[in-house]
């Protein structure tokens, strides 16, 4: 039920800061959470100590931090949290190493959304090495322009969404798709609006559409074309 309400008022935009009192250990108990479209501080979320969580979505969030929100987490959060969605949080550069580093330590993550922030290449690469249970990654509208390092310890990645990152060189463009197509368990792949620019088609893109790439994929997403494909190939 708290967790119902607490989503509720969420969606509707009407959860305010001071409403975070009302979700103590005293009154309820979560298991799974949801805050998104509010205004918070440091200390109003500082309630999440007290639970073991396994689900958590935070969305439009304003007034904290992604090191704020990490160091408000139990640590029985950090041993059992196999979702996290983190959409739009603020990645402050001063605390942004002790945030990442903080996330590396869910060792039982699976499903990690981090899109919409101010999250690199190389923090990705550190997040790679720390954890590897991930199977579902989005980082849509990020500053990420170099996956391949998920080939190191998410080969086995089933999700991967690259939504709107708008890389601006060639070279950049050219190692995400050639990363994708060694990514062969992929059963959801995101590239639409990967990038902004037009450029020649790659002549690799043929092993993109070949029998034997990406044997598993069920769901494709590719507004803007960024593979250059012509709609005979597509068929």
């Not at 979560?30 to 440091?42: A, E, G, H, K």
């Not at 396994?54 to 439009?60: A, D, L, S």
């Not at 494709?220 to 597509?234: A, Q």
């Given at each position: 039920?708290?967790?119902?309400?607490?989503?509720?008022?969420?969606?509707?935009?009407?959860?305010?800061?001071?409403?975070?009192?009302?979700?103590?250990?005293?009154?309820?108990?979560?298991?799974?959470?949801?805050?998104q479209?509010?205004?918070?501080?440091?200390?109003?979320?500082?309630?999440?100590?007290?639970?073991?969580?396994?689900?958590?979505?935070?969305?439009n969030?304003?007034?904290?931090?992604?090191?704020?929100?990490?160091?408000?987490?139990?640590?029985?959060?950090?041993n059992?949290?196999?979702?996290?969605?983190?959409?739009?949080?603020?990645i402050?550069?001063?605390?942004?190493?002790?945030a990442?580093?903080?996330l590396?330590?869910?060792q039982?993550l699976?499903?990690?959304?981090?899109?919409?922030?101010?999250?690199?290449?190389?923090?990705l690469?550190?997040?790679?090495?720390?954890?590897?249970?991930?199977?579902?990654?989005?980082?849509?509208k990020?500053?990420?322009?170099?996956?391949?390092?998920?080939?190191?310890?998410?080969?086995?990645?089933?999700?991967l969404?690259?939504h709107?990152l708008k890389?601006?060189?060639?070279?950049?463009v050219?190692?995400?798709?050639?990363?994708?197509?060694?990514?062969?368990?992929l059963?959801?792949l995101?590239?639409?609006?990967?990038?902004?620019?037009?450029?020649?088609?790659?002549?690799f893109?043929?092993?993109?559409?070949?029998?034997?790439s990406l044997?598993?994929?069920?769901?494709?997403?590719?507004?803007?074309?960024?593979?250059?494909l012509k709609i005979?190939?597509?068929?």
């Amino acid at each position: 039920m708290a967790t119902m309400l607490l989503k509720e008022l969420g969606e509707r935009k009407i959860l305010k800061c001071e409403h975070m009192t009302l979700f103590s250990k005293q009154f309820v108990n979560f298991y799974s959470l949801v805050l998104q479209n509010v205004d918070l501080t440091p200390s109003s979320v500082k309630f999440l100590r007290d639970f073991t969580l396994y689900n958590i979505t935070v969305m439009n969030v304003s007034g904290i931090t992604l090191n704020d929100f990490t160091n408000s987490l139990s640590d029985e959060t950090f041993n059992n949290l196999h979702t996290l969605k983190l959409k739009n949080i603020f990645i402050d550069k001063k605390t942004k190493s002790s945030a990442i580093t903080a996330l590396g330590r869910l060792q039982k993550l699976i499903h990690l959304d981090i899109s919409y922030t101010n999250l690199n290449s190389d923090d990705l690469c550190q997040l790679v090495k720390s954890l590897h249970q991930v199977q579902y990654l989005d980082i849509s509208k990020t500053k990420v322009t170099d996956i391949s390092c998920l080939l190191e310890s998410w080969s086995n990645l089933r999700g991967l969404i690259l939504h709107n990152l708008k890389i601006n060189r060639r070279r950049f463009v050219k190692q995400i798709l050639l990363t994708i197509l060694e990514l062969k368990e992929l059963r959801v792949l995101d590239v639409s609006f990967l990038h902004s620019e037009v450029y020649a088609r790659f002549q690799f893109v043929k092993q993109f559409i070949g029998p034997d790439s990406l044997p598993h994929l069920q769901y494709l997403e590719m507004g803007n074309n960024p593979f250059e494909l012509k709609i005979s190939e597509i068929r």
